[in-house]
């Protein structure tokens, strides 16, 4: 099952949205099975979508994992599966807002691995809503989620690999923002936040040998759809040259790119995976205002 003959542009109203656990076992990864053995990849927001393909792709690669986010429940769930790839699977809850509880998590990681290969910043969020009825607390909340989060992580992993005289990789998931994105407007902020973020990091950050890079998705399917309306899903399967959307995979295997030995010679980069809609189309996740449906 090769990713192009993978049917990505079924209905934009089933009800299951995603790989199935048994797809993230089955379908046919580009990197062989030991590429990352010995390894550690930490993988935020894993417990379910993107970042639990995201850490599926890792696993399967040989690493060991760290798996990160707000619910233990979900997390729970996520390292039953992960395990069955023969590699360790550490869960720990926490909200990456809070910069106590991020120490918290890379002093554990430490303590159980003594190291941290790759760190991949997936957790995030956003709602769909026009952005002049964006309520206050929820502009704050999704700044303080995707940008300040996205920096204790980074941060504090950092530090580590900086005092334990190792090397590291940063892989931040991000959104395509070269022509802006409306009705999400504050994770469009926020994200192009990260971007800059991460190239100051990558030079900042290159004498202790740590790389920092970026991975942007476009309409990629998986769990997160169901929190869209009906009509803001439909933009998704039609808004890139591509006429489809991606899968959890195409996200997974560029960070894999990223944190093997072939993006040893990359840092400060952004990958747009996105079936082109950097280029051409319209994603409107609340729904097409009427001003642009004759447009």
């Known amino acids: 099952?090769?990713?192009?003959?993978?049917?990505?542009?079924?209905?934009?109203?089933?009800?299951?949205?995603?790989?199935?656990?048994?797809?993230?076992?089955?379908?046919?990864?580009v990197f062989k099975s030991d590429l990352l053995k010995g390894e550690v990849a930490l993988v935020s927001g894993a417990g379910q979508g993107i970042g639990k393909g995201i850490a599926a792709a890792y696993a399967r690669c040989g690493a060991d994992l760290v798996i990160c986010g707000r619910t233990q429940e979900k997390l729970d769930a996520a390292q039953s599966f992960l395990e069955q790839f023969g590699g360790r699977v550490m869960t720990h809850a926490l909200n990456i807002r809070d910069p106590d509880q991020v120490e918290g998590l890379m002093d554990r990681t430490w303590a159980e691995f003594g190291r941290c290969d790759h760190l991949i910043n997936n957790a995030g969020g956003q709602f769909p809503i026009p952005s002049m009825d964006i309520p206050d607390k929820g502009w704050r909340a999704v700044i303080d989620n995707n940008l300040?989060?996205?920096?204790?992580?980074?941060?504090?992993?950092?530090?580590?690999?900086?005092?334990?005289?190792?090397?590291?990789?940063?892989?931040?998931?991000?959104?395509?923002?070269?022509?802006?994105?409306?009705?999400?407007?504050?994770?469009?902020?926020?994200?192009?936040?990260?971007?800059?973020?991460?190239?100051?990091?990558?030079?900042?950050?290159?004498?202790?040998?740590?790389?920092?890079?970026?991975v942007a998705p476009g309409a990629v399917e998986s769990s997160g759809f169901a929190t869209y309306p009906e009509e803001g899903r439909k933009s998704f399967y039609t808004c890139a040259?591509?006429?489809?959307?991606?899968?959890?995979?195409?996200?997974?295997?560029?960070?894999?790119?990223?944190?093997?030995?072939?993006?040893?010679?990359?840092?400060?980069?952004?990958?747009?995976?996105?079936?082109g809609s950097a280029l051409w189309g319209e994603m409107w996740p609340a729904g097409k205002p009427d001003y642009f449906k004759n447009a």
């Open 241 to 275: 040259p591509m006429q489809r959307v991606g899968n959890v995979f195409d996200i997974a295997e560029a960070c894999i790119y990223y944190s093997s030995h072939s993006g040893n010679f990359v840092t400060g980069e952004t990958i747009d995976i996105s079936g």
């Open 1 to 29: 099952m090769a990713g192009e003959e993978l049917d990505m542009s079924k209905p934009w109203n089933k009800d299951h949205y995603g790989f199935t656990d048994a797809e993230l076992v089955s379908y046919p990864l």
């Open 148 to 214: 300040n989060g996205t920096w204790y992580m980074m941060q504090r992993a950092a530090r580590r690999w900086r005092d334990h005289g190792q090397p590291g990789s940063i892989v931040n998931i991000i959104i395509v923002l070269s022509r802006g994105q409306p009705q999400v407007a504050h994770t469009c902020a926020s994200r192009a936040g990260v971007v800059y973020l991460s190239k100051s990091l990558a030079v900042e950050w290159a004498p202790h040998n740590i790389r920092v890079n970026c």
